[in-house]
């Protein structure tokens, strides 16, 4: 056979044939670029592996008609409206503990890697692109060719260990763990099983992340080891039992972090998954979460009795490729109860890998001993030892981004956000949420700063806290209309923190006029849906003055004649404040809300008729 050139080499793989001989064929392949996606026509770009033995069958099956695919959100969305429908409540077994029986969970995790390029080829890292069009030739083990470690690919690697507490090692190999299946051309996939890069490190998880209460305020998770690894082909399922590959993500880096066995409630477990998504995504290691594949968990489940004098673990089984926070808890809770009913009526639990399906109550078996498989680990003889030297270690180390645990102290301590608040507004997206907070607060303070008669600026827990409710749940109140043009319009926000939709400083010139009583909250919450819509084209100052938005607030005399007005009539309820020291503030706020009615409800403020309410209580019992 005569020697191909790499651009044949490379269209063979999308559209060329082998011959019996198990060669190219020799006839000169088209050079035709590969089509678009078309959901007409399927794509010349992915591979199509049809396992039935008739064509005609497979044919057939593939010219039904397909059900129109259904996103995940809404279909749990729909499942918790059946469930509220129908009246279900929860069961016993969805407590963190059950009387008798410790449970114990070890976790590991697979996570993308934010990279440019994959592990061991020059081909870009691409999860949007068409399919295929990011191919080497050693990613779909073409002959001849050669891992390439691409050292790029170390540096978020290190971040997300170091975020970990781990110990990076100085020298690390890599191992081939062979299988054979059709998302992994080589036969084998390239990881570190022996050596691996990062050892014996440890994440903390406090009460405020929500872990189980029978945790109490914190527990430590250890971390065995952090590895490098591949990524494999990404398989779409079509009908009629025909697949067609992706090999854009093979051989996409990926890390994996593998935890101890030291997880004893479900909810814990889920919290810890969580907070590592969260730790990966602020060092940067990570930028794509459960919902977008970018990653997943595997959990490992055993059950044993509390007193048991052996203290030795059960047999654990594996319940493979969690994709949501949720899924995390539910899938050990079902597991944890299967295995206590069955060890409970006599029987004994395999060691064996299970899977779940969400909006299930059961994990299903996959494979039990007898199928798993001998993954022959050996060392990859075509890559080098890796070596890490201090020096960059040390400057990972000495740049890595403010940590979770560190921010949320801030906000709580300094911006005075609740704990709830904090924790939201630094896992909503991808951390972009809590950026765009810093920048609207930032150009808030400049023009509070900016006030002609101001001397100091006032405590910044007074202004700080009135953001983060806005940026918290004003924003969040935005998108969740079910009619209108507001039906689909999501927020969007930058890595860096901006919002097209919101403009940090169309928020900042609302909330200084909200928080100096220039506007009341019902003209603000207007302006704010204005702006969301694109109805305000010369900004909010603009439209202030153009439409007398301006805040008029009635007078002192006023406010009493109202609190008067609004206390006649409610003699029982007055007679409720006899007691200095039982002071009903829910029957003082039912008074103020009457006196927001009876008023021109623009025109008054909430705190000062509170404060007038309360004036006209002290004198009606004559204190």
Avoid at 32 to 53: D, E, F, G, I, K
Avoid at 178 to 185: A, G, S, T
Avoid at 189 to 200: G, L, M, N, R, S
Wanted: proline share 5%.
């Amino acid at each position: 056979m005569s020697r191909r050139s790499v651009g044949e080499l490379s269209r063979y793989l999308l559209e060329g044939r082998i011959s019996q001989r198990g060669c190219i064929n020799g006839r000169r392949l088209s050079s035709r670029t590969v089509p678009v996606w078309s959901s007409l026509r399927p794509p010349y770009a992915l591979r199509q592996l049809h396992t039935h033995s008739e064509p005609a069958a497979a044919t057939e099956a593939a010219a039904a008609p397909q059900p129109a695919h259904v996103p995940l959100r809404k279909q749990l969305k729909e499942q918790a409206k059946q469930a509220k429908k129908l009246g279900k409540k929860k069961t016993k077994g969805d407590s963190q503990t059950v009387d008798g029986w410790e449970l114990t969970v070890g976790i590991e995790i697979h996570a993308q890697l934010n990279t440019s390029r994959k592990l061991f080829s020059p081909a870009a890292t691409s999860f949007n692109d068409e399919p295929n069009s990011h191919v080497a030739l050693f990613d779909v083990a073409m002959p001849g060719s050669q891992p390439l470690f691409q050292k790029e690919t170390l540096i978020p690697a290190i971040r997300a260990a170091l975020a970990l507490n781990c110990e990076i090692q100085p020298v690390s190999r890599f191992d081939r763990k062979h299988y054979f299946w059709w998302d992994q051309p080589s036969g084998y996939q390239i990881t570190q099983f022996y050596e691996p890069f990062a050892k014996k490190g440890h994440i903390t998880l406090l009460a405020r992340d929500g872990i189980s209460t029978e945790d109490g305020e914190s527990v430590t998770v250890g971390i065995k080891q952090v590895q490098l690894e591949q990524d494999t082909a990404k398989t779409l399922a079509q009908t009629g039992n025909v697949h067609w590959l992706d090999f854009n993500r093979v051989g996409v880096p990926l890390i994996e972090i593998i935890t101890e066995p030291e997880i004893h409630h479900p909810r814990t477990a889920a919290v810890l998954v969580r907070k590592i998504q969260l730790l990966l995504n602020t060092v940067d290691s990570c930028v794509s979460g459960m919902e977008t594949g970018g990653l997943r968990a595997d959990v490992n489940v055993s059950v044993r009795k509390t007193d048991d004098p052996s203290k030795k673990l059960g047999t654990r089984t594996e319940i493979k490729n969690l994709s949501t926070i949720k899924a995390v808890e539910d899938a050990i809770i079902a597991e944890r109860d299967r295995q206590i009913r069955q060890l409970e009526a006599g029987g004994v639990i395999a060691g064996e890998t299970r899977g779940w399906t969400i909006g299930s109550k059961e994990t299903r078996r996959l494979r039990g001993k007898e199928g798993e498989v001998d993954y022959r680990y050996m060392p990859d003889p075509d890559l080098p030892p890796l070596v890490i030297g201090n020096d960059l270690v040390q400057r990972l180390q000495t740049s890595l981004a403010v940590l979770p645990d560190t921010e949320l102290d801030k906000l709580v301590s300094h911006y005075g956000l609740t704990p709830k608040d904090a924790l939201s507004l630094i896992t909503l997206d991808n951390g972009s949420r809590v950026q765009y907070f810093y920048r609207v607060l930032a150009l808030l303070e400049s023009k509070l700063q900016a006030e002609p008669d101001i001397s100091e600026l006032p405590e910044v827990k007074s202004y700080s806290t009135l953001a983060g409710n806005w940026i918290l749940h004003e924003l969040g109140r935005l998108t969740t209309y079910k009619a209108g043009p507001l039906a689909s319009g999501d927020l969007s926000f930058t890595q860096l923190g901006e919002c097209a939709q919101v403009p940090e400083e169309e928020l900042s010139q609302l909330l200084y006029h909200l928080y100096r009583k220039h506007i009341t909250g019902k003209v603000a919450k207007e302006l704010l849906m204005a702006v969301y819509l694109g109805e305000l084209e010369g900004g909010i100052l603009e439209a202030i003055n153009s439409n007398d938005l301006w805040f008029k607030e009635i007078s002192q005399e006023e406010y009493e004649a109202l609190a008067a007005e609004a206390a006649e009539g409610e003699d029982k309820v007055l007679e409720e404040f006899a007691d200095e020291q039982k002071y009903p503030q829910g029957k003082l706020m039912y008074l103020v809300g009457k006196m927001m009615r009876l008023g021109p409800t623009e025109r008054i403020d909430p705190a000062m008729a509170e404060k007038a309410m309360r004036q006209w209580i002290e004198r009606f019992h004559g204190r």
